[in-house]
Structure formats: C-alpha cells, structure tokens
C-alpha cells in the first residue's frame, strides 16, 4: 500500500471504530497529509430547532471535532494518539435542513505535545461555511 | 396580603415549562439530556449511553458529545431566564408550551462556543449548570461547567456567545 491509501485506510478504521460517529452515520471522505474530510447526512434526531428543521450547533461540534482529530491522526509526524484540549467554533450560518454537512480539517501545525487545527463546515449550498473551528489537541506518541 | 400560591400549583407550573422548552428539541432528546430543577436553578443530566463514547480503548465521551452537552445547557440555561418572568407573572401560559411547537418562544442562537477539555470524560452520567455573566436585548455571554464525580473536579468547561431571539416578532 502507498502511504496515502494507508493513511486513508487508517482514518476509515478511525472512524468506524468511534461508537458516536458511527451513531451519527460519519463517512471519511478524503484524508491527505495533514488533512481530513468527514461527512454526516442530516437526520431528524440531530435538529435543535424543531420549527426549521435545523441542525443543533452541537451535532457540527461533534463533526468539526472528529475530523480535527482525524486530521492530527493524518499528519506526517503520526502521533499514536491524540484529545481534543480546546476547540472554538463560530457559527456563520444555520445549515440547510436536509442537506449533508461536510467537515474540513488541517493540522497546520505540531509540535511534541501539541497539534494546532483549524476546520470548516459546509452544507451543500454554495454560500461559505456554516461554520468555522480552531483547535488544540494533545499528541501522545510522535515521531 | 394575598395568600401564597399553592405549592403543587408552582411546581406544575414551573416543570411544564421546562419540558416544553426541553422535549421539543429532537436533539436534546437523542442525547439522552434531562435538566433537573430547584426553583430557578437547572442542572443539565446527561444519562450516559454507548453511543456517546469517542474512544472506544480508554472509554470517553466523545469531545463533541461533551461540547454538545456544554451548549444544550447554555442554552436551555439561557432561554430559561428569559422565560422566568414571563411564567411567574403569568404571561406565558406554560400548557402552551408543550401543547403547540409554534407558540415555543425562539430558543437563542450560537454565535460562538469555546470548550475547554479539562479531563477525558468517564463513560458514566455528566452534570452541568449555566452562568448567564451577561444577558443584553441583542446578545448573551454565558458560562457552563461540566463535571462527573465531583462537583470540583470539571471535566470540562465552555464560554459562548448567543444571539437572542426576537421578542414579540
């Protein structure tokens, strides 16, 4: 195997092995050095506000972390394992009811202890990120 | 001096509106969070669950479960004290509430949410109570602390900014 299809491979494991983001139905959807981009499908059991149909800021957290994650998991200093210590995220935009959320995460960043992160969230309008997240995660076991 | 209301008529009034602002939310509901209450104060109770662990190995939460949590009582915390005075002077009918999803007053909006992961988070039920350390006519800032075992020890904490919802249209 080629390291990126070893890469990809390892993110796919990553994910599926995660109880929450097999619950909320996470696919990876490319990985590269550095890099990850993870997507859920919208479900009604996700929606914070029942009168639009939107989905709870709270179901995007769990999405923008998880590939904040994965995306440390992707860097080439492979760090055998990784938490999130601090994430911040801004909500730009109510995401379209029905529509797919995908999550964009870079590790811009590493040190020996620390990997710095910053990620954004589309639905599958045109217009700009729903919205954005920057990082702190822990780095256990780098090279 | 008028006679003080009876105490099952307070508390009926009081738990309908929290479970009309509570079990509307789809969300809320899928993560298993209930809110217990004295008087004004509430206590987010997340009921722990498989579903909710990130790391299968150690096992914890997920840290998005966490931050999820964190927000879902922000705002319920939040939406809860613009709606206390309304209910105890008797302009918001609590029945109401529950009865028509449309008549629900707007729950506030995220503009932003910064979490703090303190320690991982043991697969077992997590507390959390709301600060509102400033509550304006267009934003809120509020404060939310997590924790499992021991009230001292968080597991995790978070500040946001919300934007109010529009009273009377």
């Keep these: 195997m080629t390291d990126a299809s070893k890469r990809a491979a390892a993110a796919r494991q990553f994910i599926s092995a995660l109880p929450h983001c097999r619950a909320l139905n996470m696919v990876v959807d490319e990985v590269a050095a550095g890099m990850a981009v993870i997507s859920m499908p919208w479900a009604p059991e996700l929606v914070g506000d029942p009168v639009t149909g939107v989905i709870h800021g709270g179901a995007v957290s769990a999405l923008m972390d998880t590939s904040g994650g ?6 080439p200093d492979a760090p055998a394992m990784t ?3 601090d994430l911040r995220i801004d909500y730009m935009r109510a995401a379209k009811p029905h529509q797919r959320i995908t999550a964009r995460a870079v590790c811009h960043h590493m040190t020996r ?15 700009g990120p729903v919205a954005v997240a920057n990082g702190a995660f822990t780095v256990v076991g780098g090279t | 001096m008028k006679a003080p209301e009876p105490i099952q008529v307070v ?19 899928y993560l298993g969070i209930t809110f217990d209450r004295r008087g004004d104060e509430l206590t987010g109770v997340l009921h722990y669950d498989d579903k909710l662990i990130g790391n299968p190995v150690l096992p914890a ?3 998005g479960v966490t931050a999820a949590f964190l927000e879902v009582t922000a705002i319920v915390s939040l939406s809860w004290t613009l709606l206390w005075d309304d209910l105890e002077t008797g302009r918001l009918d609590p ?4 009865a ?4 629900r007053p707007r729950l506030p909006k995220t503009i932003d949410f910064s979490v703090d992961y303190l320690r991982s988070g043991l697969p077992r039920d997590a507390y959390a109570r709301a600060r509102v350390n400033r509550s304006g006519r267009r934003y809120a800032s509020v404060h939310v602390e997590a924790w499992q075992d021991n009230r ?10 919300f934007l109010m919802p529009r009273r009377d249209g």
């Design chain 1, 113 to 127: 202890s620390v990997a710095f992160v910053r990620a954004e969230a589309f639905d599958e309008e045109d217009g």
């Design chain 2, 152 to 161: 001292d020890k968080l597991f995790a904490q978070a500040t946001g900014h």
């Design chain 2, 95 to 98: 029945e109401a509430l529950t």
């Design chain 1, 70 to 75: 994965a995306a440390v998991l992707c860097h």
């Design chain 2, 100 to 103: 028509d999803a449309e008549a």
């Design chain 2, 61 to 63: 939460l997920h840290g």
């Design chain 1, 83 to 85: 938490a999130t210590m």
């Design chain 2, 11 to 29: 508390k009926q009034r009081r738990d309908a509106a929290l479970a009309g602002l509570v079990e509307g939310v789809p969300y809320i509901q």
